[in-house]
């Protein structure tokens, strides 16, 4: 298939996907450490990135928006069934935008259910920890410190699509999530340009609540 270079990723999702990247094994090593107040800083990062990611989802642009990959059954079975090669789609086919909302909704998840933990024997509570009982906190703890299985299980499953791209498809992912551009069909158009306006004030916005309940959500309590 004849292919040129085009703009795929703007700067806030790459942004954001290699800060995921970074920080979810941080956050393991710090819980693994017992670190529990930079482990509970970087889940506050961690939860607004995913916040901006949600809202660049929105009003971000071509491929950043949800609407532009998130598609019905019928595509992933089209796209399952090679009816177009990889290289026709401008970003996330089918099949990968179940697993950005899969990875997406397993890291919110995860970070929601900190934010509601305790254990008062290693001083490790939630800011919202008041917000439930007891039991429920108990609940959300235990399940906290299991349920990065599941967060890696997906993470495992991305690297070896990635893997797969690479050397059956002859798609490389790594280099435009990098650099921006990769070979797509001559069909495809270059993603249109990110507003630096609207992605800094999302990431204000993210970082706002964020801190908001990072300080123990002050007028929710």
Do not use: C
Not at 16 to 22: I, V
Not at 108 to 127: E, I, K
Request: hydrophobic share 50%; charged share 15%.
């Amino acid at each position: 298939m004849a292919t040129h270079a085009v703009k795929i990723w703007d700067w806030p999702v790459r942004l954001t996907h290699w800060s995921f990247a970074l920080l979810l094994p941080a956050m393991y090593l710090t819980a693994d450490n017992s670190e529990w107040g930079w482990h509970m800083r970087l889940g506050h990062v961690l939860l607004a990135l995913i916040i901006f990611r949600v809202i660049w989802g929105v009003i971000g642009t071509d491929t950043a928006r949800f609407s532009s990959f998130v598609k019905g059954p019928g595509a992933v079975l089209r796209y399952l069934r090679a009816e177009l090669s990889h290289k026709e789609y401008k970003g996330h086919t089918p099949l990968g935008a179940l697993a950005v909302l899969a990875l997406l909704g397993l890291t919110l998840a995860q970070v929601g259910m900190g934010l509601f933990a305790g254990d008062p024997y290693d001083g490790a509570t939630g800011p919202l920890n008041s917000l439930v009982g007891v039991g429920t906190a108990d609940f959300l703890t235990d399940t906290h410190e299991w349920f990065y299985y599941a967060v890696f299980g997906m993470v495992g499953l991305h690297i070896a699509a990635v893997v797969y791209y690479r050397a059956f498809q002859a798609q490389k992912l790594i280099g435009p999530m990098i650099g921006g551009k990769g070979e797509k069909a001559l069909s495809v158009e270059d993603n249109t340009p990110a507003p630096w306006g609207r992605a800094l004030g999302a990431l204000a916005v993210s970082g706002a609540i964020a801190f908001w309940v990072y300080s123990g959500a002050p007028g929710l309590i």
